[in-house]
C-alpha cells in the first residue's frame, strides 16, 4: 500500500453531507492509503448513504458527543471494523441559533452550554474515548475558525472555538508523554451544512473572497481536509498544540477598517 497515510486507520468524524469537511478529509485518506471508519450524528442512514460516495465504503458508527454511552462503548465498536487507530478527525461544530448571528448578548446559558459540549468539550471526550485503541505516533486533529479575534455574527461559536483551541493545547501537554499528538487546523469559511446555518454567515464570504491573499474558494474542502491529513500523518512527527491556518493567508493580514 502507498500514499501518505499507507496503513493508517482513522476514526473520522462530522460527515453530514458530501459537503462536510470530514467527507473531504476520508475521502483524502482513502486516496492515500488510510483505513477509515466514519461516526455519524443523528441521521445515521443518511451519514450512510454518503458513506457509500467514497472510494471504499466505510462502516459507520453512531456518536453523539453529548451521549455518555456512546463515548463509553465507542472503542469496542470501533474494534469491530479496526483493531487500533493511528489518528482521530474531530470535524463537529454545533451552536443553538440564539448562539449565533448577533445574539450574543441574549442567548441564554442553556443553549451556550450546548455549544460549549458539542463543540468544546467534544474534543477532550471524543479524544479519551478513542485513546484506548491509540499508541505512540497517534495523532488527534480538529477543525477551528480563527479564535483569536471576535467576528460579526459568529458571537458564542467563537468563544466555543477558542475553547476548543485552548483544550488542544491541554490535551496536546496530558497526552504528549504518550506520544500523542493533538493539533487544529483553522479553516476559512467553506460552504457546509453547519456555515449554512449561521445567520449572517455571507459577510465571512466575501471578505474571504475579496482579501486572501491566495484567493479563497468558498466550495473547496479539499486544501483543510489535505492539511489534516499532513498532521495525521508521519510528517509532523514533532508537532503539537498547534494551529495551522488553512485561509487563503486571510489571518496574516490586518485591516485598516
Ligand atoms: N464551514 C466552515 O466555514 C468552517 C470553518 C472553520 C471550521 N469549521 C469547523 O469544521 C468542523 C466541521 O464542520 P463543517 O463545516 O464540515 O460542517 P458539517 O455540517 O458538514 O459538519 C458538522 C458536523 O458536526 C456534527 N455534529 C453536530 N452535533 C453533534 C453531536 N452532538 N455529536 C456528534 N456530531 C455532531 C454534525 O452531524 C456534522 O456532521 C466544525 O468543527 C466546524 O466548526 C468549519
Not at 466514519?38 to 465504503?57: D, Q
Not at 482579501?211 to 491529513?229: K, T, V
Amino acid at each position: 500500500m502507498s500514499g501518505l497515510l499507507a496503513g493508517k486507520r482513522l476514526l473520522v468524524t462530522g460527515v453530514i453531507t458530501d459537503q462536510s469537511i470530514a467527507f473531504s478529509a476520508a475521502k483524502l485518506a482513502q486516496e492515500n492509503g488510510a483505513t477509515v471508519v466514519l461516526t455519524g450524528f443523528g441521521r445515521l442512514s443518511l451519514v450512510e448513504r454518503i458513506a457509500k460516495r467514497l472510494p471504499e465504503p466505510a462502516p459507520v458508527i453512531e456518536v453523539d458527543v453529548t451521549n455518555t454511552e456512546h463515548l463509553a462503548s465507542l472503542a469496542d465498536r470501533v474494534r469491530e471494523h479496526v483493531d487500533g487507530l493511528d489518528g482521530l478527525v474531530h470535524s463537529i461544530g454545533f451552536a443553538p441559533q440564539s448562539c449565533l448571528g448577533g445574539g450574543f448578548l441574549d442567548a441564554p446559558w442553556e443553549d451556550v452550554a450546548t455549544a460549549l459540549h458539542v463543540s468544546t468539550y467534544s474534543y477532550k471526550s471524543l479524544a479519551m474515548a478513542a485513546l484506548p485503541l491509540m499508541s505512540r505516533g497517534g495523532s488527534i486533529v480538529g477543525l477551528t475558525f480563527d479564535a483569536t479575534k471576535a467576528w460579526p455574527v459568529y458571537d458564542w461559536m467563537g468563544v466555543a472555538k477558542a475553547g476548543l483551541e485552548s483544550a488542544s493545547r491541554y490535551l496536546a501537554m496530558h497526552l504528549g508523554p504518550k506520544g500523542i499528538r493533538s493539533n487544529l487546523v483553522a479553516a476559512g469559511p467553506l460552504r457546509t451544512m453547519a456555515a449554512k446555518s449561521i445567520p449572517g454567515f455571507e459577510r465571512f464570504e466575501t471578505a474571504w473572497t475579496e482579501r486572501s491573499p491566495l484567493g479563497w474558494d468558498l466550495n473547496d474542502q479539499e486544501p483543510a481536509a489535505r492539511a489534516c491529513l499532513a498532521l495525521l500523518s508521519d510528517w509532523f512527527p514533532a508537532t503539537t498544540g498547534e494551529i495551522v491556518h488553512v485561509d487563503g493567508g486571510y489571518h496574516a493580514l490586518g485591516s485598516e477598517s
